[in-house]
T-cell receptor, first 115, second 118 residues
Framework: AQSVTQPDIHITVSEGASLELRCNYS??????LFWYVQSPGQGLQLLLK??????LVQGIKGFEAEFKRSQSSFNLRKPSVHWSDAAEYFC?????????????FGTGTRLTIIP | SAVISQKPSRDICQRGTSLTIQCQVD?????MFWYRQQPGQSLTLIAT?????????ESGFVIDKFPISRPNLTFSTLTVSNMSPEDSSIYLC???????????????FGEGSRLTVL
């Protein structure tokens, strides 16, 4: 069965500092990987996705993520965070071989930005 | 893309009662899902809402507790039956638009219905 691990429950960074949120997955083949963001009181919004090809993917709001097969990781990065980036971030994995379109989500990382 | 409206956005309910959550999408979608997000936890898939037939439930979820309807391609309801405080969660409707999740890469979410059971 597929699974996603986000080791960091809560991260605090200063505005303008760089950010890296960790995500590790477990799946028997190359999965489809996603990062979603959930702002307070809001639904989830897709930041970026990886299906195949270039392992460094660019997303919205200045985010990027790198797929590393050898480490089973898909870490999210941003070179300089803004106060508006404070939110909950979820990594998710989809399994095309399942023949359906469900996603498995990690437990999320809450990002706090300090001035 | 898809715009999803959920009602109610939040509610406070008494133990033993039932609440129905509505999900309306502004376009026809191929798949609709219901997720639960318990406090401080991630999203857990409850079921896939199938148009005109019984929903497909994930392990740990049953129709008697979470009956789901999907009468057409744009609307679904989730009922939380005989509620207990453990049912206090955010319930999220999500959809896949034409082209499919694995083609478009996006699962669209409603803003959720925050349910508190006393």
């Amino acid at each position: 069965a597929q699974s996603v691990t986000q080791p960091d429950i809560h991260i605090t960074v200063s505005e303008g500092a760089s950010l890296e949120l960790r995500c590790n997955y477990s799946y028997g083949a190359t999965p489809y990987l996603f990062w979603y963001v959930q702002s307070p009181g809001q639904g989830l919004q897709l930041l970026l996705k990886y299906f195949s090809g270039d392992t460094l993917v660019q997303g919205i709001k200045g985010f990027e993520a790198e797929f590393k097969r050898s480490q089973s990781s898909f870490n999210l990065r941003k070179p300089s965070v803004h106060w508006s980036d404070a939110a909950e971030y979820f990594c998710a994995v989809g399994a095309p071989n399942f023949g359906n379109e469900k996603l498995t989500f990690g437990t999320g990382t809450r990002l706090t930005i300090i001035p | 893309s898809a715009v999803i409206s959920q009602k109610p956005s939040r509610d406070i309910c008494q133990r033993g009662t039932s609440l129905t959550i509505q999900c309306q999408v502004d376009s026809q979608v191929t798949m609709m899902f219901w997720y639960r997000q318990q406090p401080g936890q991630s999203l857990t898939l409850i079921a896939t809402a199938n148009q005109g037939s019984e929903a497909t439930y994930e392990s740990g979820f049953v129709i008697d507790k979470f009956p789901i309807s999907r009468p057409n391609l744009t609307f679904s309801t989730l009922t939380v039956s005989n509620m207990s405080p453990e049912d206090s969660s955010i319930y999220l409707c999500s959809v896949v638009v034409a082209g499919g999740l694995l083609n478009t890469g996006e699962l669209f979410f409603g803003e959720g219905s925050r349910l508190t059971v006393l």
